[in-house]
């Protein structure tokens, strides 16, 4: 028995049994060892995304930071769904809720706004000149493209204040020009008569932009607003010109005025030396026998004599241009 107890003594005492990956290596290591070694495998093992273990509870000012940006990124989040209205209404109420004031003091004011029919007010021209184009701004170039689209053949007439000899006149506009107003119809403002109209030529003086000028404007009125026009003193009537146009074989074959004079002098003259003592009665009876011949001849056509002096002459055809401008002649005065 005593035997078998020392042999179990003896192999306690070798200890050539034990592991070397045993978690019981570092027991006989000191506390602070093992504190150093534990960092060290913690700085090894942390990944760069990782955030620091807080060991302890944060402090007052790191917690408040830590607050402030979590709630800046609600306040984020929600400003960003809202639209620019909602958001402007937010930004309005908050500074009222802090600083004080009323809703009405954020009201624009709309005193200086203009619309587009006021900047063309403010900067419109009734004849366009090349000084006036110098300095051109967006509000006259703006201007300028309205007056572009003018009709100006013809008035429109405002003539409310003829007894104080006042006219207002402007240009026609598209609609005005599709209906008719102005031409065929009377171009008095508050008038649509369009029997006896006349064509009325004024010399018209306005003040514009501080400065005097004249234009030479027409207008088309009927009778009434013909009196009101020249209540004061006649205008200047506009009738139309009913001669044809000449031809250009007309004006070639038309001889001068001084060849025709002379050609009728030598003739009266032969004829003088010619009759001597004959009397007038003989003379009429002369020239009407002439006459008579003359007829017989343009009746009966050319003589054969004439067929060998040339070629004869055909009448020049009007042209569709020639024809519009004859049918359009008592229309455009």
């Known amino acids: 028995m005593l035997r078998a107890r020392d042999f179990s003594g003896a192999v306690k005492d070798l200890g050539g049994y034990d592991s070397d990956f045993s978690d019981d290596e570092g027991d006989g290591e000191k506390p602070d060892h093992k504190k150093q070694r534990k960092k060290d495998d913690d700085v090894l093992l942390k990944k760069p995304f990782q955030k620091e273990k807080y060991g302890k509870v944060a402090d007052k000012q790191t917690a408040a930071a830590e607050w402030d940006r979590e709630e800046a990124r609600n306040r984020r989040f929600h400003l960003i769904a809202m639209d620019a209205y909602a958001r402007h209404k937010k930004f309005v109420n908050d500074y009222i809720l802090y600083y004080g004031g009323k809703k ?86 508050h008038c649509d008569e369009k029997e006896g109209l006349k064509s009325w030529e004024v010399n018209f003086g306005y003040t514009e932009h501080g400065e005097k000028r004249n234009a030479l404007v027409k207008l088309r009125l009927c009778p009434e607003c013909s009196y009101m026009l020249n209540f004061h003193h006649r205008k200047r009537e506009v009738k139309p010109n009913k001669k044809r146009p000449k031809s250009k074989s007309d004006e070639e074959h038309e001889e001068p005025s001084h060849k025709k004079s002379r050609l009728s002098c030598s003739e009266h003259s032969k004829e003088k030396k010619d009759q001597g ?7 009429e009876k002369m020239n009407e026998a002439d006459n008579d011949a003359e007829d017989t001849k343009d009746a009966e056509g050319p003589s054969d004599a004439d067929y060998w002096k040339g070629p004869l002459q055909q009448k020049d055809e009007k042209t569709r241009e020639e024809e519009f401008d004859e049918y359009f002649q008592d229309m455009f005065l």
């Open 277 to 283: 003592d004959m009397s007038s009665d003989v003379t």
């Open 104 to 189: 009405e003091d954020f009201k624009r004011s709309v005193a200086n706004d203009m619309t587009d029919l006021d900047v063309i007010r403010e900067n419109h021209r009734f004849l366009w000149q090349e000084e006036d184009e110098a300095d051109m701004t967006w509000e006259k170039k703006l201007a300028k493209k309205y007056y572009d689209k003018l009709f100006k053949e013809y008035c429109i007439a405002d003539l409310s204040r003829f007894k104080k000899n006042q006219f207002g006149f402007r240009w026609r506009t598209e609609k005005e020009v599709i209906s008719g107003k102005g031409q065929f119809f009377c171009g008095s403002k």
